[in-house]
């Protein structure tokens, strides 16, 4: 369990988290420059905060107004940096057999040693207990990181965008091992990230951070689908971002936007206020243009033109016109093959109210306004 | 420089130079660097032409005047080596690795005695420590401590030029270490002289290594500050230059050329030992 509620006042940002961490990994997520490392290194106890307290396994590590400050070396957390912090002077087993040696656990020599190499071997690693960072691939780096890491048996993990630097399927497998590694060690972590990519696969929940503060603090599915702000919807991906007004019509309430009028859920917005759609793309149904609408009975129904299309494997996004403006849908290949989908080809979108998020006010402070930029 | 790159640190500039430089240097090229190569090896080549021809300098290897001066030069360079390393490593510490007000004039202090000329160098330090001194009758009257003319002052003229050899270069392999090593070992739970010994130290320690190198080998051709301050005096103050400046006024080239030689192979191998030393640290960082 990791309690905290620190605060850091430094001339060019001002950082202020709240969190609650139990036994999970929770993902903070952000744009560089958010203050994410700067907030792990308060945990860590390489930043002093300005304010506020953390604790971590029922150890108060830093408290401003009890004026506890634990030095980094009685925090026992496991700290992993962006660019996995292996020793480069050490191979790979004297890197873990060293904090075993001289750290907090003072084994002896051999006995660190031994355990060095069992780690090694449990990552993968058996083979390059001898290998110097040099003679090291990024992947079997990060390995190594994780591997010493666990030998310490640290209360809170603290990782700092481990996989960023490497490949794709190398970054897969290792996303993969760490949720184990989290798990086998039971204790909280925390995951820096800016990919949502990443953030989604990792992460049991996420935080996300803007300039200092967590805007939004949930599961995955939650921030995906109700983002807080126009911001996070951004920043997250959320889906198709329609700028509107609030309307009356028939006695529903719409929003109106670039691509026409949108059904929406139960909706406390007075009239003519402005507010911002969020529709996720696997929430739009896609069917020919002449197909019957009776299904969707509630439904928003929108005519488009197919703009393109691009298959990511087990998901085919389309992007296709609509008035004014985009929107962009994903779908299974096979439904997309079935419907004959192809480029210039008109089709029929349906919006389910219950698709669509809306958030309350102007659109637009701080990021640029953008649009969608296709599936994931 | 001496410099651990991280494993992911590409150097795209060096590459971008290799691809865009093409085709054959021209003659002009060529023929220039074989002057500048002929005007270095000439001179070289004359000490040991006339070392072997008419003087035979291995038979003046054991001549009192060579072995005496040799065997001084070793002592008086060991010792101020040990000096510098003694007070040089914490100093280079304290700039490579802390912010603090005035940093950048006590680094410029530290850095004077290397543009210094030798012979301004030895005034200075008769000035301050001669017998008549700024300090100099202090330390021997209260101290009983005579400087001048010792090997004593012979170290104390070699330190005072060398040592800022070191601490440049100590200084700038601590500069190069990464925060994040010692952070991370912090964390780890190493108190902080167990992160200095197992961490900062053998990071920097390439640095540390040629740093002493360039001092050493500054210290064994020393010649101005020591007939300044520590005059000629054979066997007592008299060190490997000293001497072979008197062999050669005093009409006996031989001695000169055999300890001449000797000097060229030491400055040879000291040479190649700071280019592998060099290397062999950046080869290992990748």
Redesign the interface.
Known sequence: MLELDLGLRLPSIAIDVRLDVDDEILVLFGPSGAGKTLTI?MI???ERPSRGRAVINGTVVFDADERIDR???Q?????V?Q?S?V????TAAENIA??LA????RLTRGTAHEQALALLERFGLGQRAGA???Q?S?GE?QRVALA?VMA?QPDVLLVDEPFA?LDGPVRAGLRREFREFQRELGVPAIFITHDIEEAAVVGDRIAIMVAGQIRQVGRTREILDAPVDREVAMLAQSGNLFDGTVAERGGETVIETPVGPLRVPQCRLAPGSAATAVIRPEGIRVMREDRSVERFANATLLDAVIQDIADHGSLTSVTSTVGAGRITVTLSPTAASNLGLERGKRIRLAIPPAWVHVIPGEPGEGLARGRYDGGR | MLRYRSSSDSRPGAERLAGSVRGRPSALLWLSTAVLLAFILTPIIAIFWRGFGDVQIFDRLGDPVVRESLRLSLVTTGITLGVTIIFGTPTAYLLGRHEFRGKAAVSTLIDLPMVLPPAVAGIALLMAFGRRGVLGPALSDYLGIELPFTLAAVVIAQTFVAMPLYVRSARSGFEAIDDEYMQIAATMGLSRPAVFRAVTLPLALPALVSGAVLTWARALGEFGATIMFAGNFAGRTQTMPLAIFESLEGGDPGASLALSAILIIVSFTVLIAFQWLTRSSTARSG
């Open positions: 290194k860590a106890g390489l030095p980094p070396q925090r026992n957390t496991g700290y940096p660019r912090g020793f480069p002077h050490l060293l904090p001289r750290g907090r656990q110097y960072p040099a090291m990024g780096l010493r310490l630097a």
